[in-house]
């Protein structure tokens, strides 16, 4: 790709004379330095007289895409950057996209990609205005406290993350606690929901997201956050001060447990723990009242979500609950054959 370096004042003389001849390449970003405007051409410079009288005539040059880039001070992005380390096939290996936490990006990568892994966490840092550090996954999601085994790859040695979504910022360490940044929109779209004055619980709160963005929308809820993990737990009161969410009440221990010692306080039920949310269906009726709203995270096949959907309504008449659906959506894809889905539920006990 070759540019056409115009100082400033000519730039719309320039755009004018190459868009009139079909010069300027579409689906090319126009360049911009302090004082010079480099407009992508379609065409080779050298070949074309026209171009060089116009060139000539207003003290313009043709640059290559490396010069035009280094002098408007303009970073390849990372996919451009990929394109000089890996081949295409190997770019077929590498998972689209990466999790950002703040500063720091986890990828997830190939055995075959490993050796490369420095150099592709280089290029995330050299395309991202943001990221200072690149992580790579070791492992699953496993264990009772849902954490995922990490190794440095790239730039600043640093586990703490320090993140912001929904107006809220929450401080961890990713290897020690489980966070999703790919459920931003869900703690958007339930936070809508609550209603002022409303009691909500949230059992498998983690660091606390779903709760401190529900309570700070919400000044007037009481939400209840309930999480196993101490070192998670821990976070969750650093992120409520943080916050300055003092409508938040944070509880370290089992949700059956703690369920039954605050039976009857909530009016929705918030469960992002899909591996293992229908096993706590009787807890979360225990600490709703007799009428609640239930929003249920849960793993499923793509073609088996009529299925799971009667599956948990089952576990709900166990309860003595009349299940009454409000509403299914896909929250992502989860992995090759399974997405993760959230129901929107009223469960109001059933009259004998």
Known sequence: MQYLEVRRKYAQAAKSFLSKNNMLASGFKVLHSARYVYFPLTIYPASNKNLAHF??????????????????????????????????????????????FGSIAIIELSDRLKP????????????????????????????????????????????????????????????????SPRLSYERSRISKLVKDGENVAVPFA??????????????????????????????MLKNIGLNKAANVRAYNGDFGKLAAMHRGFADRVVMPMPKTSLDFIKAACTIAKDSAT????????????????????????????????IGVRTVRPYSKDEIEIVVDAKADSAKE
Not at 64 to 72: L, V, Y
Not at 137 to 163: C, D, E, Q
Not at 296 to 317: H, L, N, P, W
């Open 294 to 325: 239930f929003h249920i995270y849960s793993f499923c096949g793509a073609g088996k979500v009529d299925e799971e959907v009667a599956k948990m309504a089952g576990r709900f008449r166990e309860e003595k609950r009349d299940f009454a659906l």
């Open 206 to 235: 983690g660091v606390g997201p779903f709760a401190i963005e529900i309570a700070k929308s919400h000044p007037r809820a009481s939400v209840l956050a309930i999480e196993l993990n101490p070192s998670a737990y821990g976070y």
């Open 55 to 100: 060139a000539d005539s207003i003290d313009a040059s043709i640059k290559g895409r490396d010069a035009a880039r280094e002098k408007s001070g303009r970073k390849p992005n990372y996919e451009e950057t990929l394109g000089k380390i890996l081949s295409q096939e190997e770019r077929g290996e590498l998972a689209r996209g990466y999790d950002p």
């Open 116 to 179: 490369k892994e420095a150099e592709i966490g280089r290029a995330l840092i050299e395309g991202s205005s943001t990221i200072t550090t690149v992580l790579a996954k070791s492992g699953p999601v496993k264990g009772v406290y849902r954490t995922r085994s990490v190794r440095y790859v790239a730039g600043r040695r640093t586990y703490m993350a320090n993140y912001r979504e929904n107006g809220c910022s929450f401080i961890f360490d990713v290897r020690r606690v489980f966070f």
